[in-house]
């Protein structure tokens, strides 16, 4: 591939790998000078910059990576130099620390405000049904947007193009059947955890099964690594230490989350998906209209670039084709039970028809949120071609979005939208820990001791929610201090497996009538197999997996209930074809 030719001749120059989409080359003198220049060219954006210049100890120079920098040893003299490229964080100003600071008091008294408001065992894990329909679809969306999320999703189309924006709008569209059809069922039936509707379609064994899935992954690795990652892209471009940050968040999300249960969770989610949506639309408009040109810039420089590239199409597994995400997008709305986290939601708002409002309204709110995110990476990409020399050359893409927002957005606004980044991590982590304690009680304690009071289930559910949240905030700083994140890929990747052929089994409960338990475990199971299978053995696309699991799940477990014996109880109200209608 042609790319954009270089500002001064890079013969006899060394090469070296500064950062994820960044090379160096450090030139060798030009005629008449006793220095060379280092030239740093970012890949994606196909820009040359001067980084600065050098004296070169080795000329002429055989030349090796080491350390993250190079080790030259000239040809003549034998003399070895090393050389690095390295980059300063911004500074924040004391502005912003005050907008964070003040942020984060706000959420504490959030949790504060709620805790005369739990009661009972319902109000702490529910809220006691009492969330208004407006907020339980607000903080669908926000709990389903990490502070990882607002970072990746824009780099993703940074990067590459928009194919998984438009991709992206499938999800919308089948949320509408779903709640209509899928959430007011598991609404109606006024369940505490998600995993009670598997004991009354199937049996306890399903139902246990499901709720150990859900703790290990919440406790086996997802809280850590939502407060970890953005802590260590806040620290990659403002400076911010990564213990602190983690700890701070660690701390404060437990502190309000036992104060305030549910109802502290989904009010301060209504407050974070403000706060970033604001800030996503007042960087998207920083960006675009500070172009030379405006608008008509950032679209033609998007254009030639094929960054607005948004379909692909065919049939070849192994590249994001349109169809794969319409596939994908329905089997994971047909499985939306499996999720306690936004399950629990659903549960807390006051019927069946306020639960299939919030879902209409997540799908309302999912359009413009796809579509300013997706734009947002567009928007990087127009800006930093334009200005390329703002570009950290040893950074990663997911740091590109917050380097803008501490080097171009306005003082105590970049304090306030870092504080939102903080807010969506604390998000996720409350949201684990909440829906993590009502598994334990409601699906274990509760429910093997069924005679136990709802005090002490309140009481057990507080410390739950303590432990949990002390354990999550431990591993990440553990994580952080022994830089192992390469594991918790591997955990979470085996964990998605795993739970991603179970969540067929709510696609059996509720599509089927036929299913029985044997049925369900034994679908289950092969589905795992079959999809580790698929995994190590073809090249299928990686968003395939889900769906192979599910329907793998749902066709042995529905051939497997037809010809192995099983007990089939009472459908009313469990399926789609007997659910109760509101």
Known sequence: MQIADAPVDLRQGLALVTGQSHIGVFTAPRRGRQQGELLIYHTITDTWVVQGVWSPAAAGAASAPWKGGLVAIGSRDGVASRMTVTSTPESLHWLDYTAIGLFLVVMLWVGAHFTRSDSSSADFFLGGRRIPWWAAGISLYATGTSAISFMAIPTKTYVTNQVYGLGSLWSPIFWLPAAFLVIPLIRSLDLTSTYEYLEQRFSLAVRLLGSALCVAFQVGGRMSVVLLLPAMALSAVTGLDVMISVALMGVLATVYTVMGGIEAVIWTDVLQCAVLLGGGMLAFGIMVFGLDGDWSTFVASNQANGKFDSVLLGWDLTVPVFWIFALGSLMQLTTFPNDQVMVQRVLATPDARSARNSAILLALIVVPGTVLFHLLGSALFAHFRAHPENLSPTMDNIHTLPLFIVQSMPVGVTGLVIAGLFAASMSSLDSS????????????????????????????????????GIMGTGVALLMATLEIRSLYDTWTQLVSLLGGGFAGVYALGMLTRRANATGALLGAVVSVVVTVLVKAYTPLHFMLYASVSVLTCVVVGYLASLLLPGRIGDLEGLTVYTRKHD
């Open 433 to 468: 820990m909440s829906s993590t304690a009502t598994v334990l009680v409601t699906d274990f304690y509760r429910r093997f001791r069924p005679h136990v009071t709802d005090r002490s289930c309140m009481v057990l559910a507080r410390w739950l929610t303590a432990g949990i």
